[in-house]
């Protein structure tokens, strides 16, 4: 009979526990939730400052793709390693000494 008190106690505490636990975290959702429906129609206030980097964001992107079309375009034109377009020949590998 004793351990079985003692069994009771101890989820009595241990679901007390919980349920305090529970209305915490409870309550402070409440709180973000009223905070999220009072500031959900004001204006961003950085929209301005989005709208300046987005347009600077777009103009490097576009330099930055003509950059590298040119570099193609160099890098098509130019001989490589000297040998008009060919590829060089491969070297032949040293013969290999046993031991």
């Known amino acids: ?20 636990s529970l209305q915490n975290e409870l309550e402070y959702a409440q709180r973000n939730l009223t905070e999220a429906e009072r500031t959900k ?37 130019e001989n490589l390693n000297g040998h008009d377009g060919e590829i060089p020949p491969k070297k032949p590998n040293p013969p290999k000494r046993g031991r």
């Open 41 to 77: 129609d004001a204006p961003f206030e950085y929209a301005d400052e989005l709208r300046e980097k987005s347009a600077r964001l777009e103009k490097l992107n576009k330099e930055l793709n003509i950059e590298k079309v040119d570099e193609v375009a160099i890098d098509d034109s």
């Open 1 to 20: 009979m004793g351990n079985i008190t003692r069994l009771e106690n101890i989820l009595k505490i241990g679901i007390d526990k919980k349920i305090s």
